[in-house]
């Protein structure tokens, strides 16, 4: 069923996958995980890692990072991924088609090439790299692609978001190594939402069993508890000749970011992900560590229900985005750790408008308000520490709203309450998403049927504007539909995006490897096989 324009509801089940942002929560058994640790001894794949020596990379070691957000629903099935902590192991293991890499753009990985057949976007062809094979020494080849899209999609996981209208009944393998994939409608941006959702679409071999992972990853499975660690050896026959450097990973699970810190600098680990500023500060400081902040296109946007007052009316809705003073948030709210947003998501997106931009207009905002008859506002913002800065950037929303005469009653509840049953319905809340383009990220949240849509946007011709979107090849006509979509985003809709915020990560002196990463996952995306000591 086609999920894709608002008119069906292939992920309905599948929202439990976006509680992947859960990772402060349910982490119990992590901390003593991480003290077993004591007493032993980002995915890029583009090449964008840095040198600090300019020395080749040397072989060997073992490599031991940390994240927080583990618990007992951890897992290394391929299509279930819900946490930072899932993405590190699955990206050790498995291999998509493609992804995005570490400065945001389209790379392919297993498929060498993915293209419209006969310049049709309602026909794709992939076609996969040849030579590559599973930990098992099966090859990999497109009876395996098959089976994943059949898994992803019978089952209603995150993945099949990427899939789009996708008619699995004509979808087949013409040889070993090419699909045809027919689409019940057009849908020109197929690649960008495979690359966009990549983190639930890897690739398994035909039948596996998740409770025995084989992948054509870098990492090889040894073990896996989930909450605390799971450890993984150098493939010894991985298509990327001469990948990965370091013998063993250990990914370790830690219960808070201050356990977390304090194993970085003790050198119980090498590396730590998804730190806060003040950390960032505090680590700078310390000998042995090396802290990257990566600036990038997350966003943490404040979500207002446009089908419920007062955010029904779009002067009101106007009226709030206007009165933010967004450096002022950042400075604040991130420490620093943040870019000036305008309301508008994808920043790297090729299409992205970048004269959409607007100052804290204080008179307009006053005006808007008496306009809608919401002079003296009073609304409740629900707030939780699900993401860096979430709470912070509440407060200080809170603050500057006094300036227009709106008071902003904040409820922080616990992330379990916010990622409960009225997930997804509250009036006045908040949000986090990685980077992904702009359609996906339509896709994913600002469509009728779209699995995180947490403003309830139902707008006829936006939806229709997305549809025409992807009815076209032509990069012209697409990108003035796309800007026109944006206008939408700046003027008429349900978010406040005040930031893109930055990606902290912190590691041991050292290790050698990593880089910035743009698209918002920890530890230069996860990208384990470039990493190596010094």
Partial sequence: ??????????????????????????????????????????????????????????????????????????????????????????????DPLVQLNARAEVEYVLAESIAPAEDSASEWIIRLRPGVTFHDGKNFTAADVLYNVQRVVSNKFSGAHGLGPIDLKNTKALDAHTILVPMLKPFASFVEQLAGFWFYLYMAPEGFNPAKPVGTGPFVYQSFTPGSRS??????????????????????????????????????????????????????????????????????????????????????????????????????????????AYDVFAPFDPDFDHDLVRQADIPQAKYLLKKAGHENLTVELVTSPVSTGTVAMATVLAEQARAVGVTINLRDVPSATFFGPSYLNWTFSQDYYAYSPY?????????????????????????????????????????????????????????????????????????????????????????FMHFWFA
Wanted: charged content about 20%; overall charge negative; hydrophobic content about 35%.
């Fill in 1 to 94: 069923m086609d999920r894709s324009d608002g008119s069906g509801g292939l992920l309905a089940g599948a929202a439990i996958d976006r509680r992947r942002v859960l990772r402060g929560m349910a982490a119990a058994g992590a901390l003593a995980g991480a003290g077993g640790l004591l007493g032993a001894c980002g995915r890029t794949r583009a090449g964008s890692t840095v040198s600090l020596t300019g020395s080749e990379p040397r072989r060997g070691g073992h490599l031991r990072v940390g994240l927080t957000g583990g618990s007992g629903s951890d897992t290394v099935d391929p299509h279930k991924d819900l946490t930072y902590t899932d993405t590190a192991r699955l990206q050790s293991l498995y």
């Fill in 231 to 340: 450890v993984f050896t150098r493939n010894p026959n991985y298509w990327r000749t001469g990948l990965p450097y370091v013998d063993t990973l250990t990914v370790v699970d830690f219960v808070d970011n201050i356990s977390l810190q304090d194993a970085l600098i003790t050198g119980a680990i090498d590396a730590a992900g998804t730190l806060d500023g003040p950390q960032i500060a505090t680590l700078s400081n310390s000998s042995g560590v090396r802290t990257v902040s990566s600036a990038g296109g997350s966003i943490v946007p404040f979500t207002m229900r446009v089908d419920r007052a007062p955010f029904n009316n779009a002067d009101v809705r106007q009226a709030l985005r206007l009165l933010v003073d967004r450096q002022q948030l950042i400075d604040s709210a991130l420490d620093g750790y943040g870019t000036v």
């Fill in 439 to 527: 359609l996906p990220q339509v896709s994913q949240s600002m469509l009728p049927a779209a699995p995180f849509n947490e403003t309830h946007t139902s707008n006829a011709h936006y939806t229709s504007l997305y549809n025409q979107a992807n009815a076209t090849l032509d990069e012209g006509l697409r990108k003035e539909i796309v800007t026109e979509m944006q206008m939408y985003d700046f003027d008429e809709g349900g978010y406040i995006i005040p930031a893109f915020v930055n990606s902290l990560d912190a590691y041991s002196t050292r290790l050698r490897g990593y880089g910035p990463a743009k698209v918002g996952q920890p530890l230069s995306n996860t990208d």
